[in-house]
C-alpha cells in the first residue's frame, strides 16, 4: 500500500509551532480583543447619543400631535363662539325688521340677515370640516402614544443595556491589560521588541498575519520568494516588505 500523505518537506519543527511564536500569537490576540474593545467603549457616547436623539425625536412627535389636536379644538370652539353670535345678531335683526316701516329700512335689513346668513352657513361648512379633523387628530394622538411610547420605551430599554455593556468593557480592558501583561513577560524578549516596533509601524490591526496562497492576508498583497523562504526555510520571525506586518505560514 501506497501512502498518499506527503512527507514534511522540512523535518524541524516550524517557526509557527515553536512555543515562542505561539506566545506571540497570543500576545497579539489579547492585543487585538483589547482594541476592539477600546473602539467599542470609545464609539459607546456615539450611540447614546444616536439613541438619545430617536428618544427626543420620538417624544416630539406625540408632543406635536397633542399640539395639533389642542389647535383644531381651539379653533371649533372659537367657531362655535362665532356662529352663536352670528345667530344672535341675525335674531336681532329679525325683530328689528318686524319694528321698521320703511320698505328700503327693511330691505336693508333683509340684506344683511341674508349676508349673515350666508356668514353662518360657511362657519358651520368649516366647523363640521373642523371636528371632523379634530377626530382624525384623536385618532392619530392615540396610535402616535400607543406606537410612539412603546418605541421610546424600547429605546430607554437599549441605554440601560449601553450603560451595562459600558461598564462590561471596562471590566474587560482591565482583565485584558492584565493578561497582556502577563504575555509579554512570558515572551521572548527579542520578539516582543520587534513586535513592538511592527505595531508602531503599521498602527492599526491586525499586526501578525498569515500567508494565504502567497499573498499577505493584512493587505493582500503578493509576498516576495525571499519572504516565502525567510519563513520557511531560515525560520525567522519575518515582515511583510509591502505593509510592515509579521508574516507567518501556517502549518
Ligand atoms: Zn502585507
Known sequence: MFSLRKQPSHP?????????????LLLHGRDRRKIGTEIELRDLP??????????KIEKETIASAQIELRELETKANSL????????????????????????????????????????????????LETLMKVDDARATLVIAEGKHTDR?????????????????????????????????????????????????????????????????????????NDIVSSILVEEKLTICDQCGRVVYIER
Open 152 to 224: 421610546v420605551h424600547s429605546l430607554e430599554r437599549q441605554l440601560e443595556e449601553l450603560n451595562e455593556r459600558g461598564k462590561l468593557l471596562q471590566e474587560e480592558i482591565v482583565v485584558l491589560e492584565n493578561e497582556i501583561k502577563a504575555s509579554s513577560e512570558e515572551m521572548e524578549p527579542t520578539f516582543l521588541r520587534q513586535y513592538e516596533h511592527v505595531k508602531k509601524v503599521v498602527r492599526r490591526p491586525p499586526y501578525v498575519v498569515p500567508v494565504d496562497d502567497q499573498k499577505c492576508s493584512g493587505c493582500n498583497l503578493r509576498v516576495s
Open 46 to 55: 456615539k450611540v447614546r447619543e444616536m439613541l438619545e436623539n430617536k428618544i
Open 80 to 127: 362655535e363662539t362665532l356662529i352663536a353670535s352670528i345667530e344672535t345678531k341675525i335674531s336681532q335683526q329679525k325683530t328689528k325688521q318686524l319694528k321698521v316701516k320703511r320698505q328700503e329700512e327693511y330691505q336693508a335689513l333683509e340684506n344683511e340677515i341674508k349676508g349673515l346668513q350666508e356668514e353662518m352657513c360657511s362657519n358651520e361648512d368649516e366647523q
Open 12 to 24: 524541524q519543527t516550524m517557526l509557527f509551532e515553536e512555543p515562542e511564536f505561539q506566545a506571540l
